[in-house]
């Protein structure tokens, strides 16, 4: 599976943005797709999760009421929507599979596909 993100940019705090991974290769009948980030200096995070099939998605604490995961299934794309950056939400955001995990335990499998990840600076 190759996963391609974008969307990324510079972006005033307040602002939205909407980044997009491009899932193409091989394809599994069940999967769960992911956003994580990695500010600067600091560990990767698990930030949203969609189980591909079902649509059904789980978010991590920080995530929660701000950004909104979606997949187009007809474009084989997930998209994450961030709505009222800040400053602290700089990172890079990376996109990911599995199809041995869901979801809801996305967060904490690690998966086994990867973008190559979109820089997003919010700027105060």
């Known amino acids: 599976v190759q996963l391609q993100a974008s969307g990324g940019g510079l972006v005033q705090a307040g602002g939205s943005l909407r980044l997009s991974c491009a899932a193409s290769?091989?394809?599994?009948?069940?999967?769960?797709m992911g956003w994580f980030r990695q500010a600067p200096g600091k560990e990767r995070k698990f930030l949203a999760a969609?189980?591909?099939?079902?649509?059904?998605?789980y978010y991590a604490d920080s995530a929660k009421g701000r950004f909104t995961i979606s997949r187009d299934n007809v474009k084989n794309t997930m998209n994450l929507q961030m709505n009222s950056l800040k400053p602290e939400d700089t990172a890079v955001y990376y996109c990911?599979?599995?199809?041995?995990?869901?979801?809801?335990?996305?967060?904490?499998?690690?998966?086994?596909?990867w973008g190559q990840g979109t820089q997003v600076t919010v700027s105060s």
């Open positions: 990911a599979a599995d199809p041995f995990v869901t979801a809801q335990s996305m967060g904490f499998s690690p998966p086994g596909y």
């Open positions: 290769g091989r394809t599994f009948s069940r999967y769960a």
């Open positions: 969609i189980n591909w099939s079902s649509g059904s998605t």
